[in-house]
């Protein structure tokens, strides 16, 4: 096997900074043991600590380890996280927001809608048996985040906690929502009267690389906070509704320096992707690029698969929702190009593109 630095040169992007051997990460598949993971950090949390999420959509009735109302144990997410915050820890929540389709129930546009809700009922929300004394815990810990692409949506996703100063970083594509909670064969769902799963996986990531994490979700969250004040219409509530309200502290403080975790012959990388607007609009002078991103972007995600892609001799696997950078993208980071490359060279490629909601399309 060749060497650690010549496969990092190989097939990781020199434009990312590469962890050698000092951060573990831990692959975990499917959601049931994923949502059992994140209880036991969440759990394990205590005051002076911090717990920051950020997702796609997040249900606050859900039970982490799947019991359902009323059977023995049932706790549900809100409750938990209400219950963090109340006793001292630094909860935060960043769920996918949009100015338009947050107003709209039918058609279901997105899980935006839906996130309104959820950040309505977290932030209402008090642990059971609590006296209603003062705001509740999370009444000023749980953003909206419209930002990005006007046709896309945010669906970066971290569960970021901090127990003293050791951070654990987990990231994937796994939400907090109820039908996650998969496990193989994946066929325990039900889609247009076929059987169907929910199949995903994530990383815990602990060492200097959980650092890269942090700071991702401290510029995700200062860019939210910072957004200006838009509304949206609510039929429970007269009147028009602040998206965000204006009571939410702006700086999550820098990470602390985090101690190498032994990973003898591995090297990884946290990479990013941003889109170039920072504030996106059907009208020119609304939009606004990143202060602190380059005007195209950042396209860290792409730049390594097209490394990889371009080392692979053998075999080249993708698995994804979308084929493509995001829906109404630029056609310049298209992988088309690279695996069409790659199979005139000898090396097998196989992808799969599927729609939520779907059975994943035969590999081609």
Known sequence: MAPLDDLVTR???????SHYANSSVEFVVDGRQWMHRMRELLTSLGPGDAAYICGLQLEPDMDLTGKLPGEPGFQPLGELLAGLATDGVDVRVILAGAVVSSSIARPTLGPFHQNVSAAHRLRRWRRDGDRPIGPPPLADRVLLDWSGSGVGSNHQKVTLVRRGTELTACVGGIDYAASRIDEGPHRRLAVRGG??????????VRGPAADDV??????????????????YFWPMVKGLQVLNPASIPA??????PQTAQPAPGSACQILR????????????WERRHYSDVAPDGVHEVYLTLVQAIGAAQRYIYIEDQYFKEYPGGDNRFELYPYLRAAAARGSRSFWSARAPGTRPSRPR
């Open 195 to 204: 059987r169907w799963g929910w199949h995903d996986a994530g990383a815990i």
């Open 11 to 17: 097939y990781l992007s020199p434009a990312v900074t």
């Open 273 to 284: 992707s941003v889109g170039p607007w920072y504030i996106d609009s059907l009208l020119p």
């Open 251 to 256: 700086e999550i403080p820098a990470p602390p």
């Open 214 to 231: 942090w700071r991702v979700m401290r510029m995700r969250w200062i860019g939210a906070v910072n957004l200006p004040r838009r509304r």
